[in-house]
Nanobody, 114 residues
Framework: VQLQASGGGLVQAGGSLRLSCAAR????????MNWYRQAPEKQRELVAR???????NYADSVKGRFTISRDNVKRTVALQMNSLKPEDTATYYC?????????WGQGTQVTVSS
């Protein structure tokens, strides 16, 4: 299983970014997909999840600002991030659990300047 994340960058507070993660090597439509983030000297935290049937949930800190979506044909999961804040600065990782294992993308850096 391979997860390839892209779309990070530098943005001013209040701006938007869209992250994307392409998955290979699994029957994508069957698995929940997640976005995590990790800021320096902090624990990795779950930001958003989309289940195999399309249900979503979010960390309280991003509710109303971030939207997770999936395209089962393209085998991609996206994270639309609006109204970004400096505290959203982190490395963002896509993740899935499949075949009794946890798989991680390589991470993409998001930096929000104040």
């Amino acid at each position: 299983v391979q997860l390839q994340a892209s779309g990070g960058g530098l943005v001013q507070a209040g701006g938007s970014l869209r992250l994307s993660c392409a998955a290979r090597g699994l029957n994508f439509r069957l698995y929940d997909m997640n976005w995590y983030r990790q800021a320096p000297e902090k624990q990795r935290e779950l930001v958003a999840r989309i289940t195999s049937n399309g249900s979503t949930n979010y960390a309280d800190s991003v509710k109303g600002r971030f939207t997770i979506s999936r395209d089962n044909v393209k085998r991609t999961v996206a994270l639309q991030m609006n109204s970004l804040k400096p505290e959203d600065t982190a490395t963002y990782y896509c993740n899935t659990g499949a075949y009794a294992r946890n798989f991680w993308g390589q991470g993409t850096q998001v930096t929000v300047s104040s």
